[in-house]
């Protein structure tokens, strides 16, 4: 297994819901290290941008929508194999069949307001990273 990195976000409802330490004790609990983390409140052009892969997909407009409703808490996971791991961590994109235990399960309400997002692969990763995160602001331990 590899070392690697993945882009995690805490979406506005589950800041709103005041678990940011809790989910990022999930990280930590299971390996993860935080190497680069800040909050933001997303622009609509920041968040279609972010999400340009599912600009033609009928849920766009609701997801922008909520992704620019409230502050985010953006950050970068480093661990061993830490793409798949951070998905298992976060649970399926509908709460109702995500696994008990994940933070979907346990802190989402929809799939609209699922609390988190984690990229789903190590190119999507390298490439939402840079998104957010100059190198120079991600801090490999
Ligand atoms: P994310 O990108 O946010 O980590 O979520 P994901 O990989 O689990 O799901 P994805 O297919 O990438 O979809 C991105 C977000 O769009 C919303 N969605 N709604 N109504 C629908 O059928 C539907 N499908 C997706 C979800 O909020 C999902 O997180
Ligand atoms: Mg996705």
């Known amino acids: 297994m590899a070392v690697e990195r993945t882009l995690s976000i805490i979406k506005p409802d589950a800041v709103a819901k005041n678990v940011i330490g809790k989910i990022y004790t999930r990280f930590e609990d299971?390996?993860?290290?935080?190497?680069?983390?800040?909050?933001?409140?997303?622009?609509?052009?920041?968040?279609?941008?972010?999400?340009?892969?599912?600009?033609?997909?009928?849920?766009f407009a609701d997801l922008v929508k909520f992704m620019t409703s409230g502050p985010v808490v953006i950050q970068v996971l480093e661990g061993e194999n830490a793409?798949?791991?951070?998905?298992?961590?976060?649970?399926?994109?509908?709460?109702?069949?995500?696994?008990?235990?994940?933070?979907?399960?346990d802190f989402a309400d929809s799939i609209d307001a699922n609390a988190v997002h984690g990229s789903d692969s190590l190119e999507n990763a390298a490439n939402e990273i840079a998104y957010f995160f100059p190198s120079s602001q991600v801090f490999s331990r």
């Open 30 to 59: 299971a390996g993860l290290k935080i190497v680069a983390s800040r909050m933001a409140f997303l622009s609509q052009a920041e968040a279609e941008g972010f999400y340009a892969v599912h600009r033609e997909r009928p849920f």
């Open 83 to 105: 793409v798949l791991a951070h998905r298992d961590l976060m649970g399926a994109t509908d709460p109702k069949k995500a696994a008990p235990g994940t933070i979907r399960a």
